[in-house]
């Protein structure tokens, strides 16, 4: 790739494969999401473990489970084992060096400077194909609220190929201790397709151009949002989340999992408010261990196994199980038209 290389004041020159400053700067030609592409030619070239975890990616068994209207996968993906597992207690978290912080990344692994505050990454792990993690470049906890605007931002730069996601720091995320946000092409997370219908519907709750919507799928309660301005929709996300439209219960952070898109012109987001990180059986051991550790994309119809045992035993109901287990009830409020 030949792109403008520079360094920064927090992440070293060579690190740095495209620079993208947004509006303070020239838009390279495409946008954003052209710069993910090459980035991901480029690292799965230069960097060998990428390479081979990518091969890795294409035979991987999935079965599908969908029911009743709704898509639902299950995928065996080995290379999850760390991630699924991760302890993310704080000594647990205090006692491991951040794999986010650009000083401790692999020697190979380089990325897209984000308007200077974010690193667009090559996920080492990939749940699909062009798997990324944006990451702050200061290593500071995960924590969504103050952060909408960077994030509806990234998704409409990101553009209508692809999808950005975020785990609260209790529910998925593995570094809870460094801010970051995920994403991946269009569609790949089941739900996508399942709702895209939906956002054409009329809504249940619409106010200075945010519509919203409340529902209950296979067990989760979702929350959809639709905005064409970014102002608004931030506050109205932010009013959501400070009242009550997530779980309270965490000492952090709201307990959530968000997918968003920008979808011919207006941005679509999926919340799905949550109670608890893991299932019970998360901690029981073997067999009745169930090791699954729901994040957006597994909350979005996806579920990830790091392990056989599970990849061959759940089933649909199971899955509508531990869904009704991590969400939040649905609250009335919500579901209603107001
Ligand atoms: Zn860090």
């Given at each position: 790739m030949t792109r403008p290389v520079r360094q920064t004041r927090?992440?070293?020159?060579?690190?740095?494969?495209?620079?993208?400053?947004?509006?303070?700067?020239?838009?390279?030609?495409?946008?954003?999401?052209?710069?993910?592409?090459?980035?991901?030619?480029?690292?799965?070239?230069?960097?060998?473990?990428?390479?081979?975890?990518?091969?890795?990616?294409a035979g991987i068994r999935v079965r599908d489970l969908s029911s009743d209207g709704w898509s639902l996968k299950v995928q065996y993906n080995p290379a999850r084992l760390k991630?699924?597992?991760?302890?993310?207690?704080?000594?647990?978290?205090?006692?491991?060096?951040?794999?986010?912080?650009?000083?401790?990344?692999?020697?190979?692994?380089?990325?897209?400077?984000?308007r200077e505050e974010y690193l667009i990454l090559c996920n080492p792990a990939p749940i699909f194909p062009a798997h990324f993690t944006i990451a702050s470049l200061a290593h500071e906890p995960q924590a969504i609220e103050a952060r909408l605007e960077a994030f509806l931002d990234l998704a409409r730069d990101l553009g209508d190929g692809m999808t950005l996601f975020y785990n609260g720091p209790a529910c998925g995320a593995s570094a809870p201790d460094?801010?970051?946000?995920?994403?991946?092409?269009?569609?790949?997370?089941?739900?996508?397709?399942?709702?895209?219908?939906?956002?054409?519907?009329?809504?249940?709750?619409?106010?200075?151009?945010?519509?919203?919507?409340?529902?209950?799928?296979?067990?989760?309660?979702?929350?959809?949002?639709?905005?064409?301005?970014?102002?608004?929709?931030?506050?109205?996300?932010?009013?959501?989340?400070?009242?009550?439209?997530?779980?309270?219960g965490s000492p952090d952070e709201a307990m959530l999992n968000l997918l968003a898109g920008h979808r011919r012109g207006e941005w679509r987001l999926c919340l799905f408010p949550r109670r608890r990180h893991r299932p019970a059986a998360y901690d029981r051991p073997d067999p009745?261990?169930?090791?699954?550790?729901?994040?957006?994309?597994?909350?979005?119809?996806?579920i990830v196994a790091p392990r056989e045992r599970e990849f061959t035993r759940l089933n649909a109901p199971m899955l509508r199980n531990?869904?009704?287990?991590?969400?939040?009830?649905?609250?009335?409020?919500?579901?209603?038209?107001?």
């Open positions: 927090r992440v070293p020159g060579d690190r740095i494969a495209a620079v993208f400053e947004g509006s303070h700067g020239p838009r390279p030609a495409g946008g954003l999401s052209p710069l993910c592409r090459a980035l991901y030619a480029d690292q799965t070239r230069s960097w060998p473990a990428l390479a081979r975890a990518e091969a890795e990616l991630s699924g597992t991760a302890r993310v207690d704080p000594a647990s978290i205090a006692a491991r060096p951040c794999f986010l912080c650009p000083a401790a990344l692999p020697p190979e692994q380089r990325g897209i400077l984000y460094h801010l970051h946000f995920q994403a991946a092409p269009a569609g790949a997370i089941p739900i996508e397709k399942d709702l895209a219908g939906r956002f054409d519907a009329r809504p249940a709750w619409g106010n200075n151009g945010v519509d919203r919507w409340g529902l209950v799928s296979w067990g989760r309660t979702l929350i959809l949002i639709r905005g064409r301005e970014r102002t608004p929709l931030a506050h109205a996300m932010r009013r959501l989340i400070a009242g009550g439209g997530t779980s309270p009745e261990r169930l090791l699954v550790s729901p994040g957006a994309v597994d909350m979005g119809g996806l531990i869904y009704q287990e991590v969400s939040s009830p649905p609250r009335a409020d919500l579901l209603a038209r107001e």
